[in-house]
């Protein structure tokens, strides 16, 4: 499969005053006219949190 959904950094982003910051992009290129769909899942370094998860839909047409 195609790897369509990226997040930076990945892992090890620290709390700060402001928060936390990461950055998620879609590469459609390549991909084949349809549906893709992942999840992004949110795990905090503190035990006693539960993970986030944050589902992500991608509709690629076909060129006109």
Known sequence: S???LHVTP???INGSTTGPTMMMW???QGLAPG???DVLTITPQDAG???DSIKVNLTVQ???
Do not use: I, K, T
Request: net charge neutral; hydrophobic share 40%.
């Open 49 to 51: 949190q539960s993970p």
């Open 35 to 37: 549906n893709y769909s």
């Open 62 to 64: 076909a060129a006109r």
């Open 2 to 4: 195609e790897l369509w």
């Open 26 to 28: 879609v590469d459609a």
């Open 10 to 12: 990945a892992r090890g």
